[in-house]
């Protein structure tokens, strides 16, 4: 019987979102429940209800002012590169995280954790407890799919082989790895293998993903679940008010464009998008995030939204969506039955903007390194005409519509890592209980 879980979490909103999803239904499912995030989320974690734990610093600063930023829109070979061979600001980050993820999880009867915290299966292993990998974005080797964080290839061996990247990125930390084992009363490990190994074996991986949008890997080795994506209702009463409600009223549909937690796009690229849009026809609901749109002239063509909206329910009120293509932005589109377009900035949003186009919901991504008038112009206005993007997107919607995935995931953590101590309420329970 499980008592305690400790989720283990970095990144931004699109990585600690769905963790307080599952965290509260976790909890709910009485299990006690600790949910370890960057420094800059603790309050959030705190305001939603659950137990908040330190790991790592600011990320948010590190994204907007630090070495990720220096990256984005760079080749993914550069993103990989930092990656392995970091600066002494993300290497101390990082190291960071390593550390608090092992106070974090001190009195854990199970775990479950980022791909980017690699030492949580050994405090899996030094406490025999089990652990659960959440699979954001593809981490689980396949002859199909790379490594999502790198672009794949046709070639079977090659796409299998990038999964190594993951054994290689623990050199670069090897030392406080090393440090942080020998504290656990571990010994020595073997660098190059697989880095999410548990009492021998590579973790059983969860992955946050509806199994529409993400194909199964068809290699051994990995116990590997889809639950679909972990959402929560904030706000269910929600309905678009004032300015907002005006401009949606004043014209045809609108296309949302928003690139979340990512880097700005600098004066130029925001001047750039919006005049695609104009030359597509187009009309659009900015979301600001981190970007530029409050330091430039918007038209009447353009909404600024610059405090919370619900994305959930936002997107059913657009006719298409242009995003930077993180797993949160790009499963909420596709649950709304609405296109779409990205435009990545680094890491795994390639690998969703590839799958978008796919699937047959949108154009082809074009990373924002790539950007010009034309392409863009012409991207914007494939999405917002054509009718096959319309329908597959309606299609894939209501399919996702119909999945639950955080009772789901409760379900499959349930036979992974046994019943919650003491407590009366079941899976099956909870999955009435959040069925939609």
């Known amino acids: 019987m499980v008592r305690r879980i400790s989720l283990l979490t970095v990144g931004t909103l699109g990585d600690v979102g769905p ?11 009485g299990y006690e429940v600790s949910l370890a995030a960057p420094e800059d989320f603790m309050d959030y974690v705190a305001s939603k ?16 002012e630090g070495e990720m930023a220096e990256i984005a829109g760079a080749h993914t070979l550069v993103t990989v590169k930092k990656w392995l061979s970091p ?15 092992v106070a974090a999880s001190a009195d854990a009867d199970a775990i479950l954790f980022h ?13 025999k407890i089990p652990a659960i990998m959440v699979g954001l974005g ?27 990247t993951l054994s290689l990125q623990r050199l670069a930390y090897r030392r406080v790895i090393a440090e942080i084992r020998k504290s656990l009363g571990l010994g020595r490990s073997f660098w190059l293998t697989h880095p999410h190994r548990v009492h021998g074996k590579r973790a059983p991986v969860l992955y946050p993903v509806s199994p529409v949008l993400q194909p199964r890997p068809s290699e051994e080795g990995d116990e590997i679940y889809f639950s679909g994506y972990w959402f929560r209702d904030e706000a269910p009463n929600w309905r678009p008010s004032g300015k907002l409600a005006d401009f949606l009223a004043a014209g045809p549909k609108p296309i949302y464009i928003g ?66 293509g993180g797993l949160g932005t790009t499963s909420s589109a596709l649950r709304a039955g609405r296109p779409n377009f990205v435009g990545p900035f680094m890491m795994d949003q390639k690998y969703w903007g ?6 047959g919901a949108g154009p082809d991504q074009l990373p924002i390194q790539d950007w010009t008038l034309d392409l863009l112009t012409e991207r914007i206005r494939d999405l917002a005409t054509n009718p096959s993007y ?29 019943s919650p101590a003491g407590s009366a309420v079941s899976s099956a329970a909870l999955s009435r209980k959040f069925a939609s």
């Open 19 to 29: 963790m307080v999803a599952l965290g509260l239904a976790l909890k709910e499912a």
């Open 49 to 64: 209800g659950l137990e908040a734990r330190r790991c790592g610093t600011d990320f948010s600063k590190f994204m907007k």
């Open 87 to 101: 600066g002494p600001d993300m290497r101390a980050l990082f190291e960071g995280i390593l550390r608090d993820s």
């Open 115 to 127: 791909p980017a915290i690699s030492i949580a299966p050994e405090i899996a292993e030094a406490k």
């Open 138 to 164: 593809s981490v689980s080797p396949s002859a199909e799919n790379l490594l999502s964080v790198i672009p794949g290839t046709g070639i079977p061996a090659w796409n299998r082989y990038g999964y190594k």
């Open 259 to 324: 690139f979340g937690s990512m880097p700005a796009l600098g004066i130029e690229r925001t001047e750039m998008v919006l005049r695609a849009c104009e030359a597509a026809g187009q009309r659009a609901v900015l979301f600001k995030g981190r970007g530029e749109f409050d330091r430039v002239p918007l038209s009447d063509n353009f909404h600024l939204v610059d405090q919370f909206v619900p994305h959930d329910k936002l997107f059913r009120e657009v006719a298409a969506i242009v995003h930077h």
């Open 354 to 359: 590839r799958r978008i186009f796919q699937l």
């Open 390 to 418: 319309a329908l597959k997107a309606a299609e894939i919607g209501r399919v996702m519509q119909q999945e639950n995935g955080t009772a789901r995931a409760v379900e499959i953590i349930e036979s992974l890592i046994g």
